[in-house]
């Protein structure tokens, strides 16, 4: 079929349990202009390489005309600084990373290990009686909405509200053929409203009197570049709880998903649990929880040939680029022992995942937690029915028996 139309059916729900044909006809095709105007980028050299460009623009602005179809989110949201060039960019990421990670703050996650395998082990232990279990809802979905409600500062008995508003948030961009667009969009604008509302309100309430939590951190330690204003503190602080959120529940139950797949690999790490990190690195290659980043060129481009205009959608498709053959040996393979694993799971460059660090440790521990438990598992459908976004793509239920 035309490589112009390679987008349209990479985001068709019917191609989202296995894309990755799509993605080796596109790095097969190179640099390629689609039916909508947006060029897609496959290739794993490219996209690093891209994702290093100062050219190359993250705010959608700067773009020449307005296209949803290779936008992940909704443009009006509020300023993140994902979303931000430098220096805006810098200043409020350094800002957001200095109560969560170095050099400010360099013993911050890992101190969550504890609390994290206790939420783990509570959870595992609310299921361990059940002949079938729902991977999603009761496992994924949970897990990480607590430990980031917990690193926030979020008291336990607001957790349920929390999950509430994140599940609509991320309902507001995973719509499907069909749906009411504007009153997903108007529900996810809401709960994205109260959800930055009441976390500024409580960090406002801690000011002058810190706990150990980062929102205590970002309005009594606001360090050298100054402090949030109170848009920005909402728009960062509900970025940190649903981003971070959405993509790890994706790469646990893909995760999951992938072992249950790989008999043969889920025992060797059965028999050598200290494989895990090494595996959770190789699901982040081969089954990632984000599997595209939009981007707009701030001058033309040549790339691999290719003359990418001024201000145009660029979309560069990391999940192709961890598949290149060029750059992973047999790389439709899974491979927890995989040596060089430099894959883009977390992105690169600037704009690489803030919470990367939390993310393989919530996963490292929650495989390495269910991964005993699996000998006798069995998927009850697969492929089974998955999330509408082509972007953050994972299942929407991985129902499992025992």
Known sequence: MADDTLLQRITDYTNRPDPYPLYAQLREAGVVRQTDGSYLVGTYHDIVALLHDPRVSSDQRNRTALYRGADPGDARQLPTFIRRDDPDHHRLRSMAMRPFGPPHSPGRIDAMREEITRITEDLIASIQDREQVDIVDDFAYPLPVTVICRLLGVPREDEP????????????????????????????????????????DLAERRRGGPGDDMLSAFVNDPGPAGEFSRAELAATSALLLVAGHETTVNLITNGILTLLRHPDQLDLLRRDPGLMPSAVEELLRYEPPVHMLP???????????????????????????????????????????????????????????????????????????????????TLVEDPPPYRNSAILRGPRHLRVEF
């Not at 108007?186 to 500024?200: D, I, P, S």
């Not at 990418?308 to 060029?326: C, E, F």
């Not at 992105?347 to 995942?353: F, L, Q, R, T, V």
Request: glycine fraction near 10%; charge should be neutral.
């Open 295 to 377: 981007r707009t060129p701030l001058a033309p481009l040549d790339i691999a040939g290719t003359t990418v205009p001024r201000g145009v959608p660029l979309v560069l498709v990391l999940a192709s680029g961890s598949r290149d053959p060029q750059r992973f040996r047999d790389p439709d393979r899974f491979d927890p022992t995989r040596p060089d694993n430099q894959h883009l799971g977390f992105g690169s460059g600037i704009h690489s995942c803030y919470g990367a660090p939390l993310a393989r440790i919530e996963a490292q521990i929650a495989l390495g937690a269910l991964a005993p438990r699996l000998s006798t598992a």
């Open 161 to 200: 509200v929390f999950r509430e508003w994140s599940a609509t948030v991320i309902d507001s961009i995973d719509i499907g053929p069909g749906e009411d667009l504007r009153k997903r969009e108007a529900a996810g604008e809401q709960a994205r409203t109260q959800m930055g509302r009441y976390l500024v």
